[in-house]
């Protein structure tokens, strides 16, 4: 999800959930772009799996629906069918705020070297749910990112990673962050031991081909591996959206805010917000399949450069 408010609104309060959207930086350089001539993981599972969580079935996955529960359920096996084992007892962190019924859905790919440290990839499966008898379905935002995490954990199969992985489905960001602030207190590992989190929000689509890394400013020893990080197919990878310049400060605009908040180094990937930004046309027919099978294959580049640092 991407919340717009304007600089002086987030300036009152640091705590409120901001929203994306900015100009480009400098443009792409050609001689610093690679080609991709073979996938990290299979392309045709990734846009399955997009297409099929943001079809009319999953009604909007609105948090505590019909729609959000078969979202969970899909999210599981697929859990299942990758490998990816339970974080804890089951996959399932329930939770409750309000009137709503709540839950995070949690997979662990244990790490073969630095075993008592995790890096958790994460992305929100809530929406909007139905509004007005339209469906939201949020393809870009964002099933783009729970589609990634699956793409993730194919990777891991023939590439295990180095730290432990944890791949946090999120539940209701779009009612503010609930189900990342819920994992961040409440998880089973201790908040130390988490060294990084790479959170995916809204990736699978750019009239700039642009993608921004957001968070080196507040951690800046993750910024040589995103400065010197060369581009992958058709996206631009840049840095930006942290308070710097004249666009829209990123900082709060997705679930990465609550382990800023808790001193947890972040990189947030995401896109600025388009015409169908939540609205009942952000439906799988509007993403850009290149762009997106790009912008998967460099986050897993980016944390592949990370996962061989010491965090």
Same mark, same amino acid.
């Given at each position: 999800m991407k919340i717009t408010y304007p600089l002086y609104i987030i300036a009152l309060s640091s705590s409120l959930i901001t929203c994306k959207a900015q100009t480009a930086e400098a443009p792409k350089n050609v001689e610093n772009t690679t080609a991709i001539t073979n996938y990290s993981y299979s392309t045709e599972a990734l846009l399955k799996n997009i297409k099929t969580l943001s079809s009319d079935a999953f009604e909007g996955r609105r948090t505590g629906t019909e729609g959000a529960k078969k979202a !969970?359920?899909?999210?599981? @096996?697929?859990?299942? @069918?990758?490998?990816? !084992? $339970?974080?804890?007892?089951?996959?399932? =962190? $329930?939770?409750?705020?309000?009137?709503? =019924?709540? @839950?995070?859905i949690l997979g662990l790919v244990k790490g073969t070297e630095n075993t008592r440290k995790y890096i958790v990839l994460s992305a929100h499966y809530d929406h909007e749910g139905i509004k007005g008898g339209k469906i939201y379905n949020g393809a870009d935002d964002d099933a783009s990112g729970i589609s990634a995490l699956f793409a993730f954990a194919e990777y891991f199969k023939t590439n295990p990673p180095k730290y432990n992985v944890i791949l946090a489905a999120f539940d209701a960001e779009e009612l503010g962050l609930k189900g990342a602030y819920h994992f961040v207190k409440d998880n089973t590992i201790q908040q130390r031991n988490i060294v990084l989190n790479l959170n995916m929000d809204m990736i699978s689509r750019s009239e700039k081909n642009e993608l921004f890394a957001v968070g080196t400013r507040y951690y800046p020893q993750l910024k040589p591996t995103i400065e010197g990080f060369k581009d992958v197919g058709k996206v631009d990878l840049l840095m930006g959206h942290e308070g710097l310049g004249d666009g829209d400060n990123w900082t709060n605009s997705s679930d990465h805010a609550a382990f800023h908040k808790a001193e947890i180094p972040f990189i947030y990937f995401g896109v600025a917000d388009h015409e169908d930004y939540h609205k009942p046309t952000d439906d799988f027919e509007r993403i850009d399949n290149q762009f997106y099978q790009d912008a998967v294959e460099t986050i897993i580049q980016v944390f592949t450069k990370f996962d061989a640092l010491e965090l």
């Open positions: !969970k359920e899909y999210i599981i @096996e697929r859990f299942v @069918e990758l490998d990816v !084992k $339970p974080l804890g007892s089951n996959y399932g =962190q $329930p939770f409750t705020f309000g009137n709503y =019924q709540a @839950e995070n």
